[in-house]
């Protein structure tokens, strides 16, 4: 069957992927009494930014050169480029009058700003054009996703757009037909909790298959709605999955990965050999959660060790969410693209004239285990180095702190390797401790508190004397007849300026201690850590991207040439730093967005 709108014919079978990923760090209600994602400042949002303030913008992370960023969308690779939407304010730094900006790029790291690709203008977007997805379907034929806004309540409907002009190597002009919408809720689904379809898989049947995130009550629900053609779609009698208590879906994201290899797999794969990936961003926590599991007869089912909720497995254990997936298939891998908005007030966002920045993207992968994830910055951002300087063999007794000198610390990319000789200090798991609240754990064992075996790890973004910096440390605790690993990234410390007394009261910038756990063997005694350093951005992935944190931070001495880098051990039991690798980072050659 073919469709033939706006001067442009498709085949369809089709394949798309959507995530209307809304986000700030709380609900609130909206001006006109709908609740909302986002802090909404209509007074705000179309406050024009006139001087763009340089200090604390990122040197080779993904942001434009001013106003307010939120989701990736529609990430994709089609006829040798890679293509990035991305929710955009085109007038001012806080949310509000969203668009679909669009950029590409040959190598994931140096990026071109193209047109707009898609802009509130039609019946079913009138009032907003949230989040979606991309994927090329079968004849090379790419397609877009995405959630319309079709009333100031806040209804919610899934609109699709196609490229006006395939021949156009960048894709620079996109058409919503007039058939749009393509799916509407029915009377069982709240329409305002209706949002974020995935990429489409085809399953043997021949029909294809996408997801959409939403909630009943507090149970989250990832919708299923089946096709033939990819223009007439029907909802499944069951959902894909759901989950009581867990509050509104929003961007979720299923897809399959490979247990026997580290290739990435085609949204569609199944097989023996394949366990599935379900992630939903989760609008009460701020935090985004994924399971592994099966699929079988259009019903997706946990594996039974899997927590299925607020206490589950994380991407990242800081400031990450919105994240969207897709399969490369030039390289065979799957790519995560993460967002990272600001923990400053809205008030210092106005003054600065930007918010928000994209993470570097990362590789997804199944841990040998079986039981999580493996992420990793793509290879092509190592082409950024520069400058390297190596530190090994380097012993750490407590208290003892040693400088990596030769690096530009506050843009920078550090890898190292910890090792000790015994695990006898190890402290003692408390029984009382929430076993899966390391935030909190990190908040009272934080990188001063004399520990056995840590705390040990890296400053970042520190200042010559320490009047601030962000330490990214590990702490070993014997629970019993096994070893808890705590990898924490304390923004608490990051700057000289913050007044302690007034950290709740939404002056100074929001400050946690991030943290989660490392399911990780130490029968070799050691533990790894990378961090990729950007002015105020710390992304860091801890034994070979087994647990992730990302933390936002805005020191006030540790500026450009005045941030410093240590490594430190602050426990009893004396560590070796065995390989230290550190590199300078360039800035992209491209970075026009």
């Avoid at 929430?434 to 990188?447: E, F, I, N, P, V």
């Avoid at 990729?532 to 001495?557: M, Q």
């Amino acid at each position: 069957m073919e469709l033939a709108k706006g001067g442009v014919r498709w085949a369809l079978p089709v394949v798309v992927y959507v995530c209307c990923c809304l986000v700030f760090l709380l609900n609130l209600n909206s001006s006109n009494g709908v609740e909302a994602s986002h802090n909404v400042f209509m007074h705000l949002q179309s406050l024009s930014a006139v001087n763009v303030r340089k200090e604390h913008r990122t040197g080779y992370h993904f942001q434009p050169t001013k106003h307010w960023i939120n989701d990736p969308n529609g990430p994709m690779y089609f006829n040798g480029v890679y293509h990035l939407f991305y929710q955009y304010n085109p007038k001012g730094a806080v949310w509000g009058n969203i668009v679909w900006a669009h950029s590409v790029s040959k190598d994931l790291i140096n990026w071109e700003k193209v047109e707009h690709a898609i802009y509130p203008s039609k019946p079913f977007d009138k009032y907003g054009c949230w989040s979606g997805s991309a994927t090329v379907l079968p004849g090379n034929k790419p397609v877009i996703l995405y959630t319309g806004i079709v009333d100031d309540k806040n209804s919610q409907v899934q609109n699709y757009a196609v490229p006006a002009n395939l021949s156009d190597p960048y894709l620079r002009e996109w058409i919503k037909p007039d058939n749009n919408p393509l799916i509407v809720s029915d009377p069982s689904i709240n329409a305002t909790f209706f949002r974020d379809p995935t990429t489409a898989w085809l399953g043997k049947d021949g029909h294809w298959r996408i997801t959409i995130g939403g909630r009943r009550n507090r149970r989250g629900i990832s919708y299923l709605y089946r096709s033939r053609d990819f223009v007439h779609w029907v909802k499944a009698k069951h959902a894909l999955h759901t989950s009581a208590g867990t509050g509104n879906w929003e961007c979720p994201d299923f897809f399959p990965v490979s247990v026997s290899g580290t290739n990435g797999l085609d949204t569609s794969v199944v097989g023996p050999n394949v366990k599935h990936v379900l992630k939903v961003s989760l609008d009460a926590t701020r935090f985004e959660y994924y399971t592994l599991g099966s699929y079988e007869k259009d019903r997706y089912t946990p594996d039974p060790d899997m927590i299925d909720g607020w206490n589950g497995l994380r991407y990242d254990y800081g400031n990450f969410y919105a994240s969207k997936s897709f399969f490369d298939p030039s390289k065979n891998r799957r790519i995560l693209w993460g967002w990272a908005n600001e923990s400053d007030s809205t008030d210092k966002d106005i003054k600065k004239g930007w918010a928000g920045v994209q993470l570097i993207p990362r590789t997804l992968t199944l841990d040998p285990s079986g039981k999580q994830l493996l992420q990793w910055p793509v290879e092509e951002v190592e082409n950024l180095r520069k400058n390297k300087v190596e530190l090994s063999n380097k012993i750490l007794n407590k208290g003892e702190t040693v400088e990596i000198k030769g690096i530009t610390a506050a843009q920078s990319d550090v890898d190292v390797t910890f090792s000790f000789g015994s695990l006898d200090k190890a402290e003692p798991f408390d029984p009382s401790w929430d076993r899966y609240d390391a935030q909190k754990l990190c908040g009272q064992k934080g990188s001063t508190v004399e520990g056995g075996l840590g705390p040990f790890g890296i400053l970042t973004l520190a200042s010559q004397n320490l009047e601030e910096y962000t330490p990214v440390f590990f702490r070993v605790f014997k629970d019993q007849d096994k070893y808890q690993v705590l990898m924490c990234s304390d923004a608490s410390r990051s700057s000289a300026s913050v007044d302690k007394t007034k950290m709740d009261d939404g002056k100074d910038a929001y400050r946690p201690s991030f943290a989660g756990f490392v399911n990780v063997d130490l029968n070799e005694k050691k533990l790894s850590l990378r961090s990729l350093i950007d002015n105020s951005v710390v992304e860091s992935f801890g034994a070979g991207g087994k647990t992730c944190i990302t933390s936002r931070v805005y020191p006030a001495l540790a500026l450009y040439g005045n941030a410093h880098l240590y490594a430190f051990n602050n426990g009893s039991e004396t560590v070796k730093i065995d390989s230290l690798n550190a590199w300078s980072m360039s800035k992209p050659v491209k970075m026009n967005h």
